[in-house]
């Protein structure tokens, strides 16, 4: 604002076409007031830079491309920052983007240092990271990142939000980057269960912050709300390393 500059933050899930679809839902009352939400994603082995062959047979490799993503003095943080952030923008942003008010967590190191240092590396970072999130409007948010967890699916992403007049949940297909949308309900004092069928599709980040330096016109995520997200993951830290919580407001 100081230098009149446009500044836009690409979290991706934002842009796709079913969070849109999801936003307008919930805009137009789907859900009601929403009180909770839990966002995750998780990977059974899945730590950047480190070939996912060699989680399964614990081959020693050369050291990988991405090792930087576990060194935490390049990185900052691990799926917590690398995963984490981008659910966590997906979630509040659905939310309507209330202030968080305090955050308790935990992080945890289990199986990264033993994967890395087959590949010849060190690990410094968390490999789990889970936190309670309580909002300004009395809503509670709950958010899970993992690189490593032992859990059914290679990989797994979901969001639930439950409101006063239904509950939605998106969770990925076939454990990769496809996913659906679920939405429950009573009609006529019966339980109903809606599926998403499709969703107009919608211009890319790139696209959308090109538009809104050209027409002068809002880009879609607006900087105070990565200060927001900014300021949670780094309470989310200091939770995890004094185990207590940590007050926003």
Same mark, same amino acid.
């Given at each position: ?9 690409d979290f ?9 679809a999801?936003k ?12 909770y939400?839990r966002s995750v994603?998780?990977?059974?082995? @899945? ?5 996912? %062959? +060699? *989680?399964?047979?614990?081959?020693? +490799?050369?050291?990988?491309?991405? %090792?930087w ?9 691990g ?6 952030v981008?659910r $966590?923008?997906?979630?509040l ?9 305090w955050?308790m967590a ?15 590396c060190?690990?410094?970072v968390?490999d789990?990271?889970?936190?309670m999130?309580? $909002?300004? +409007?009395?809503?509670?948010l ?7 967890? +032992?859990?059914k699916?290679?990989e $797994? ?9 239904g ?5 990925? $297909?076939n454990?990769?980057y %496809?996913y ?5 309900n ?5 339980? *109903? ?6 969703a107009a599709?919608?211009?890319?980040s790139?696209?959308?912050f090109?538009?809104a330096?050209?027409d002068?016109?809002p880009?879609l995520v607006q900087?105070?709300? @990565? ?8 309470a ?10 940590v007050?926003?407001?």
């Amino acid at each position: 604002k100081r230098c009149n500059r446009k500044l836009g933050i690409d979290f991706s899930y934002r842009f796709y076409p079913q969070s849109r679809a999801m936003k307008d839902m919930i805009s137009e009352g789907a859900l009601g007031d929403i009180y909770y939400g839990r966002s995750v994603w998780f990977r059974r082995r @899945g730590i950047p830079g480190t070939a996912r %062959s +060699n *989680f399964n047979t614990g081959a020693a +490799n050369s050291a990988p491309m991405g %090792s930087w993503f576990f060194d935490k003095a390049q990185s900052g943080g691990g799926p917590l920052i690398d995963l984490g952030v981008h659910r $966590l923008d997906l979630a509040l942003w659905l939310m309507g983007y209330p202030k968080p008010t305090w955050v308790m967590a935990s992080t945890y190191t289990k199986f990264g240092p033993d994967i890395a240092a087959k590949a010849g590396c060190k690990y410094t970072v968390e490999d789990l990271a889970c936190a309670m999130i309580k $909002l300004d +409007n009395g809503a509670t948010l709950e958010l899970d990142a993992s690189w490593a967890c +032992n859990i059914k699916e290679h990989e $797994l992403q979901t969001i639930r939000l439950l409101g006063t007049k239904g509950g939605m949940y998106q969770y990925n $297909l076939n454990e990769g980057y %496809s996913y659906q949308v679920e939405y429950y309900n009573e009609l006529a004092g019966r339980a *109903f269960d809606c599926a998403m069928h499709n969703a107009a599709p919608m211009p890319s980040s790139f696209a959308l912050f090109a538009d809104a330096v050209r027409d002068d016109t809002p880009f879609l995520v607006q900087p105070e709300e @990565g200060v927001t997200v900014m300021r949670i993951l780094d309470a989310i830290y200091r939770s995890a390393e004094t185990g207590e919580p940590v007050k926003l407001a």
